[in-house]
Nanobody, 121 residues
Framework: EVQLQASGGGLVQAGGSLRLSCAVS????????IGWFRQAPGKGREGVSC????????WYVDSVKGRFSISSDNAKRTVYLQLNSLKPEDTAVYHC??????????????WGQGTQVTVSS
């Protein structure tokens, strides 16, 4: 069974930190592209960060550069997204997704259930 389990969300004050995890099962891992997306109420889905496990290249949306950091642990088959200096506008449901097309700019075809991040002021 293919499963992407997102976890680590919660309620945090502005300026705080969270660490999100995406555990992958039922799929290959070391050849995959894994991305984090978020969707806030009334807004469309936004790409936040991405990592290619083949060469460990990364991508971040401009609004989170310098605050968020993505990493991958092949042994644990898990991708992490470290969220620092959180702002209220970061509030959203965060989903992880994956594909095997080699680039963060390609379509993602497997999606996790998401984890809620709420940042209060």
């Amino acid at each position: 069974e293919v499963q992407l389990q997102a976890s680590g969300g919660g309620l945090v004050q502005a300026g705080g930190s969270l660490r999100l995890s995406c555990a992958v099962s039922g799929l290959s891992f070391d050849d995959r592209v894994i991305g984090w997306f978020r969707q806030a109420p009334g807004k469309g889905r936004e790409g936040v960060s991405c990592i290619s496990n083949s060469d460990l290249t990364t991508w971040y949306v401009d609004s989170v550069k310098g605050r968020f950091s993505i990493s991958s642990d092949n042994a644990k088959r898990t991708v992490y997204l470290q969220l620092n200096s959180l702002k209220p506008e970061d509030t959203a449901v965060y989903h992880c997704a994956t594909q095997s097309l080699g680039s963060c700019y390609r379509e993602f075809d497997y999606w996790g259930q998401g984890t809620q991040v709420t940042v209060s002021s």
